[in-house]
């Protein structure tokens, strides 16, 4: 299957610092990348919609100001948690793929926001 | 609504045995996606399986198998011989038009191969 990076692996910040994860697919183009956050012992819940070129969409109930994602290549999103509380403190996970065809999943970022 | 349910929150079972993980969905196209992801403690998702709706054959890989019955609305999916490196958490997922083709997950089971 494809390859999806995603860095950092961990990141421990203080409360009110921004916070940028990377998510790069490695070995295919997307067009369409995806943003979930994750809960412990929770399924996955998403975020947003990176498409590339183009504006992100947000799920209902997610900030948009305060998660910035920004899709500039084909092959790289990024999400930037601006200003992070400890609530923000979560596993994010992005994956890549095509509508209809299968999402394949980076490794996942803990963010811990002391 | 698409829906997908794992009723089985977590399954403990010991090294060799076999055992089913269940999943049953709902949707209301005729055209759509089931797949099931492995979730190991690392915390990465890995893709095991994507059937399409027109697609009902079983199928087996190595220790892995899927059971598809639209009669049914389920995917289950059963692991023979488990081992403990089998131990992770499953996720079974549907998309369809409805939903834009993203992924609708279920709750996830909890699965324990004890040695």
């Known amino acids: 299957g494809a390859v999806v990076s995603q860095h950092p692996s961990r990141v421990i910040c203080k409360s009110g610092t921004s916070v940028k994860i990377e998510c790069r697919s490695l070995d295919f183009q997307a067009t369409t990348m995806f943003w979930y956050r994750q809960f412990p012992k929770q399924s996955l819940m998403l975020m947003a919609t990176?498409?590339?070129?183009?504006?992100?969409?947000?799920e209902q109930g997610v900030e948009k100001d305060k998660f910035l994602i920004n899709h500039a290549s084909l092959t790289l999103s990024t999400l930037t948690v601006t200003s992070a509380h400890p609530e923000d403190s979560s596993f994010y996970i992005c994956?890549?793929?095509?509508?209809?065809?299968?999402?394949?999943f980076g490794p996942g970022t803990r963010l811990l926001v002391l | 609504a698409q829906k997908v349910t794992q009723a089985q929150t977590e399954i403990s079972v010991v090294e060799k045995e076999d055992v089913t993980l269940d999943c049953v969905y709902e949707?209301?196209?005729?055209?759509?996606?089931l797949f099931w992801y492995k979730q190991p403690p690392s915390g990465e998702l890995v893709f095991l399986i994507r059937r399409n709706s027109f697609d009902e054959q079983n199928e087996i890989s190595g220790r892995y198998s899927w059971n598809f019955q639209k009669s049914t609305s389920s995917f289950n999916f059963t692991i023979t011989a488990s081992q403990v490196v089998d131990s992770a958490v499953y996720f079974c997922?549907?998309?369809?038009?409805?939903?834009?083709?993203?992924?609708?997950w279920g709750a996830g089971t909890k699965l324990i191969i004890k040695p």
């Open positions: 949707t209301r196209d005729t055209t759509y996606y």
């Open positions: 994956s890549a793929g095509k509508p209809q065809e299968t999402q394949y």
């Open positions: 990176s498409n590339e070129g183009s504006k992100a969409t947000y």
């Open positions: 997922a549907l998309s369809d038009m409805d939903s834009n083709y993203q992924l609708i």
